[in-house]
Each structure stands twice: as C-alpha cells, then as structure tokens.
T-cell receptor, first 113, second 115 residues
Framework: GNSVTQMEGPVTLSEEAFLTINCTYTATGYPSLFWYVQYPGEGLQLLLKATKADDKGSNKGFEATYRKETTSFHLEKGSVQVSDSAVYFCALSPNTNAGKSTFGDGTTLTVKP | NAGVTQTPKFQVLKTGQSMTLQCAQDMNHNSMYWYRQDPGMGLRLIYYSASEGTTDKGEVPNGYNVSRLNKREFSLRLESAAPSQTSVYFC??????????????FGPGTRLTVL
C-alpha cells in the first residue's frame, strides 16, 4: 500500500533560519504530492502541491520539488518567521477514482524570535 | 463560499451516549472524508465517501457509522461513545473522480471528550 514518512519533530528554529522538513513516500503509479499546514486550533489547509515528477510547488516562501528518483518531496523555506509555527503534513493522492490520500504523521515547527 | 463546515465545535459526552457529527461542503465536491487526530498519531481515516451514494471503511472504522445524506452532507455517528473516542474529528472534501489531483479541504474540527 501507499505510505508517507516524514521527519520526526518537534523542530525548533530561530527566526530567519533555513527550514527543511524531509518527506519520502512509497506508492504505485504516479501520485500527486502535497504539503498541508495546520495552525493551532484549526483544520489542515493546503500549503503547496506537485502533480508530476520534477514539478516544484511553491507558496508563501515554501518550496518542495517532486523527486521521483528518490521518492521524496522535501519542504524548504529560506527564512522562517514566528508566524510559520505550525504542524506540517506531507501527503500523497493516488489520482484514481478512490482518491484516498495518505498522510504523514506531521512535524511540529516552532520558530522563536 | 463557506468551504467545509462542521458542527458542533466542541462536545462532551458520557460513556455510552450517542451523537452525530455533521459536515457540509459547498464546493460541489464528489468525495468526503472523516478523520480523527490524536496526539502523536497524525490523521487516521475513519470512513470516506468517494461519491454520493457510496461509503467505505478507512483505517479505524470500529465504533462509528456514516451517512452520505446527499452530495453536500456527510455525517459521522457514534452509537455508544467510549473514552477511546476522545479526539479531534475533521471532515474533509475533495473533487474526486478520475484525473483529479484531489486536494483535500478540511473543516475546523470537532473536539470531542468522552468521560
């Protein structure tokens, strides 16, 4: 079956530090890949996505590149802010009629001023 | 557009009580999902509905039932609540169907405590 493994947290950074959260996946076929973010007390919301190999998703300064050869979709940001403190989930969607997504366990990021 | 709405936001039940969590979406999505989120365990899929009129079990269906009332609404019922069902419940929807990239849109969650 499909699976997503992401870097264990929590991750604590100082403001303006570089962020990487690793994500690797196992899937058959050609899934779409996602990063979702969950702010305290809220539901998950889409941060970025990539639908095919070598695509780069980007939003709010965050980037991730769909690497089929390494089955990875690592999240990066060059300079984090306190407002980026949240839980980040990597996920994949198999792009079939069933449409069920598989989520990683989440990585908690805390950014200190 | 309201997106995905859930009611109630908070609920406290006693063991053995029943309740229904309501979810509605206004994005004309085909697929809807119920998840539970527990500390350190990420999101676990309880039930999903790939399209109106169909429902299927997810990873942790025991103790729950669902109804896809129409294309907009997908409810989750706890027939006899247990303390192990204390959790945050999220409803989500997605476009679904062949070829869809299936971004999921989440509601704000229901925080349920079973005493």
């Amino acid at each position: 079956g499909n699976s997503v493994t992401q870097m264990e947290g929590p991750v604590t950074l100082s403001e303006e530090a570089f962020l990487t959260i690793n994500c690797t996946y196992t899937a058959t076929g050609y899934p779409s890949l996602f990063w979702y973010v969950q702010y305290p007390g809220e539901g998950l919301q889409l941060l970025l996505k990539a639908t095919k190999a070598d695509d780069k998703g980007s939003n709010k300064g965050f980037e991730a590149t769909y690497r089929k050869e390494t089955t990875s979709f690592h999240l990066e940001k060059g300079s984090v802010q306190v407002s980026d403190s949240a839980v980040y989930f990597c996920a994949l969607s198999p792009n079939t009629n069933a449409g069920k997504s598989t989520f990683g366990d989440g990585t908690t990021l805390t950014v200190k001023p | 557009n309201a997106g995905v709405t859930q009611t109630p936001k908070f609920q406290v039940l006693k063991t053995g009580q029943s309740m229904t969590l309501q979810c509605a979406q206004d994005m004309n999505h085909n697929s809807m999902y119920w998840y539970r989120q527990d500390p350190g365990m990420g999101l676990r899929l309880i039930y999903y509905s790939a399209s109106e009129g169909t429902t299927d079990k997810g990873e942790v269906p025991n103790g729950y039932n669902v109804s896809r009332l129409n294309k907009r609404e997908f409810s989750l019922r706890l027939e006899s609540a247990a303390p192990s069902q204390t959790s945050v419940y999220f409803c989500a929807s997605s476009e679904g169907g062949r070829g869809a990239t299936d971004t999921q849109y989440f509601g704000p969650g229901t925080r349920l405590t079973v005493l």
